[in-house]
């Protein structure tokens, strides 16, 4: 998991709806977060969005920074809702 919150590729963000094309969230609010990368003492400003997912009946709805970096995934959750889940006794594994 993402050490500093969840992150979700532009892309799919535009698929779902949750930006327009340039990546402005939808709804008119932008809130911004800086993320680190792997570039030591580099950081970007990124707007979030809300989002709500479910991972084996668990809803959790987080606020997601918007990126273009190349993660190899679409989807990135925060080790601190990772967290969230095993508090509630749930295993995650990776594939």
């Keep these: 998991g993402n050490g500093g919150c969840t992150l979700i590729v532009k892309a799919m963000a535009i698929r779902m709806g949750l930006v327009d094309g340039f990546g402005n969230p939808?709804?008119?609010?932008?809130r911004w977060v800086s993320v680190r990368g792997v570039?030591?003492?580099a950081t970007e400003?990124?707007?979030t969005?809300?989002?709500?997912?479910r991972i084996k009946g668990k809803q959790m709805?987080?606020?997601a920074g918007v990126t273009?970096?190349?993660m190899g995934c679409e989807l990135l959750v925060s080790?601190?809702?990772i967290a969230q889940f095993e508090d509630d006794g749930y295993t995650?594994?990776?594939r």
């Design 26 to 30: 939808a709804g008119g609010r932008t």
């Design 39 to 41: 570039v030591a003492g």
């Design 45 to 47: 400003r990124i707007p």
């Design 49 to 53: 969005v809300t989002l709500v997912y």
């Design 61 to 63: 709805v987080v606020e």
């Design 68 to 70: 273009e970096a190349a």
């Design 79 to 81: 080790r601190r809702e």
């Design 92 to 94: 995650l594994t990776a």
